[in-house]
């Protein structure tokens, strides 16, 4: 038999739209579409998480229908982040490559092709004075949205066609590059007909809508990363036991060793457990040194490895001050710092009585106040998605050095 495809129908929860969802099920299950929807308990009874439960459902299906309407959903409030669950359902599905058919109702469609070049000159205002896109859609225009509601603008006429997120989402939605297709609830069975004949056209484009070809490249990419951590540990054993001295050039071999996991290029993602998208790369580490208070003498710092074409001080006085060496060795903190000149980001890290500093370029311009703005997600790229090799690694030295 051949698998049937799997569509998941996606929209706030608002009573003008369970009649079409309805219909469209229907009719795309006549086509021979398996088409699930909560209405109709086919994904049995409701979880205490809800949310975790739609993005499942997402993980699951080979397409994502949208639907965007009037209503943002069934309470006023957003959720924590300035989100909803239709959003966060739209955010899965694009972070997991789903096919996806954005349809919008015609009269907010009109009315957004009228808002958008605002929406846009506030979202390039918001990136201009933050130096980062923002975490929710919502953040740079709730402001103004909320300013015009107030007003008896014309602004106001065409944003109370819709709850203000519903702006938000529908702009992101527009600057992913989506094609925004129209459709009209008053015509629910007639606008199924035309869902099934885009669906039918845009499928014959997609190869590898079986989910189960998806869930085997991930666990052979999970196999994949815990050989290259056992292989990677006992590489980084082998190293430390071979260790004759504690010499420049035996440590140097040993950094060389221990940091090959961050030797390649690392996306930079903004809310990356949430709503992911790139926004810069780093390169791999192409540079580092490490120091050490030796015996006798607790007043410096004093280099003990180093690899890359770099030229490090040989030794630092621990009262010396803006030298991000001594800073994150007296504060026994992780510091992030970036050389604009160089447009290279420096991460240090404290590990007993050593510091270790790496060295990573990156790939697009960016200023000191946009790499400040974007730190957490730069320590995500760097450290957090690599922690298991960070950890061995970090272990190794504050136990040797």
């Given at each position: 038999m051949i698998n049937k495809t799997r569509i998941f129908i996606s929209s706030a929860y608002e009573t003008d739209l369970?009649?079409?969802?309805?219909?469209?099920?229907?009719?795309?299950?006549?086509?021979?579409?398996?088409?699930?929807?909560?209405?109709?308990?086919?994904?049995?009874?409701?979880?205490?998480?809800?949310?975790?439960?739609?993005?499942?459902?997402v993980e699951s299906?080979?397409?994502?229908?949208?639907?965007?309407?009037?209503k943002s959903g069934a309470r006023s409030r957003l959720m924590n982040g300035n989100v909803t669950p239709t959003y966060l359902e739209y955010?899965?599905?694009?972070?997991?490559?789903?096919?996806?058919?954005?349809?919008?109702?015609?009269?907010?469609?009109?009315?957004?092709?009228?808002l958008k070049a605002e929406f846009d000159r506030l979202y390039e205002g918001y990136?201009?004075?933050?130096?980062?896109?923002?975490?929710?859609?919502?953040?740079?225009?709730?402001?103004?949205?909320?300013?015009?509601?107030?007003?008896?603008?014309?602004?106001?006429q065409l944003l109370e066609e819709a709850d203000p997120f519903v702006w938000a989402f529908l702009f992101e939605v527009f600057r992913d590059g989506n094609w925004i297709y129209d459709f009209d609830i008053s015509k629910s069975s007639e606008q199924a007909h035309n869902i099934s004949a885009t669906l039918s056209t845009s499928l014959r484009s997609v190869v590898g809508l079986i989910s189960e070809r998806e869930h085997i490249d991930q666990l052979k990419n999970q196999a994949t990363y815990l050989y290259a951590y056992a292989e990677y540990s006992l590489q980084l054993l082998n190293e430390m036991n071979s260790m004759k001295d504690i010499g420049k050039h035996t440590w140097s071999n040993f950094l060389?060793?221990?940091?090959?996991?961050?030797?390649?290029?690392?996306?930079?993602?903004?809310?990356?457990?949430?709503?992911?998208?790139?926004?810069?790369t780093v390169s791999g580490c192409n540079a580092a040194s490490l120091y050490s208070v030796m015996e006798g003498n607790i007043t410096m710092l004093t280099l003990v490895g180093a690899i890359g074409d770099i030229n490090p001080d040989e030794f630092y006085q621990l009262d010396e001050e803006n030298i991000y060496v001594v800073d994150s060795y007296n504060q026994q903190v992780r510091l992030i710092t970036f050389?604009?000149?160089?447009?290279?980001?420096?991460?240090?890290?404290?590990?007993?009585?050593?510091v270790l500093c790496m060295h990573f370029d990156l790939t697009l311009p960016w200023s000191e106040e946009q790499v400040k703005a974007y730190e957490s997600e730069i320590n995500y790229a760097i450290i957090e998605q690599h922690e298991f090799f960070y950890e061995f690694l970090i272990r190794l030295l504050g136990g040797r050095t």
């Open positions: 369970k009649g079409p969802r309805k219909i469209i099920k229907e009719y795309l299950e006549q086509c021979g579409h398996e088409v699930p929807i909560f209405e109709d308990g086919d994904f049995g009874t409701w979880e205490k998480d809800t949310l975790k439960q739609c993005l499942e459902i299906s080979d397409v994502v229908i949208l639907l965007i309407n009037r955010v899965a599905a694009r972070q997991k490559n789903k096919h996806m058919l954005v349809f919008v109702s015609p009269n907010v469609k009109q009315k957004f092709n009228i990136v201009a004075e933050f130096h980062r896109s923002p975490n929710s859609p919502y953040d740079p225009l709730m402001e103004w949205i909320e300013d015009q509601l107030e007003s008896e603008g014309t602004f106001k060389d060793v221990g940091l090959s996991f961050l030797m390649q290029q690392m996306h930079i993602f903004q809310t990356p457990d949430v709503n992911p998208r790139i926004v810069n050389n604009a000149e160089k447009q290279t980001i420096y991460v240090t890290e404290p590990i007993g009585n050593s």
